[in-house]
Nanobody, 116 residues
Framework: EVRLVESGGGLVQPGGSLTLSCAAS????????MSWVRQAPGKGPEWVSA????????TYADSLMGRFTISRDNAKNTVYLQMNSLKPDDTAVYYC?????????WGQGTQVTVSS
């Protein structure tokens, strides 16, 4: 079955950096676009970033462009999200996603807390 396992979250100070990882299994990872979505407390899901199968094309939410970088290593079946200049508003649970067939798959998420 499709499995997505996020890791790398934690507590970070404003202005700091953090790199999230999502390890994928159960499908042909290199054949699928991957995305990151986050959900802040009391808010709905917010799309963060997406990356094409080869990694050649990346897209970002306008407010995050320039601070966040998505990448992938198809040999390791892993997608990454490098987050720089973090702000308290970035506090959220971060999920990676893949659409396979007619289904959208989510991992368990990893908590990112930006606080002094």
């Amino acid at each position: 079955e499709v499995r997505l396992v996020e890791s790398g979250g934690g507590l970070v100070q404003p202005g700091g950096s953090l790199t999230l990882s999502c390890a994928a299994s159960g499908f042909n990872f290199g054949g699928f676009d991957m995305s990151w979505v986050r959900q802040a407390p009391g808010k709905g899901p917010e799309w963060v970033s997406a990356i094409s199968t080869s990694g050649a094309t990346t897209t970002y939410a306008d407010s995050l462009m320039g601070r966040f970088t998505i990448s992938r290593d198809n040999a390791k079946n892993t997608v990454y999200l490098q987050m720089n200049s973090l702000k308290p508003d970035d506090t959220a649970v971060y999920y990676c996603n893949v659409r396979a067939g007619s289904s959208l798959y989510w991992g368990q998420g990893t908590q990112v807390t930006v606080s002094s």
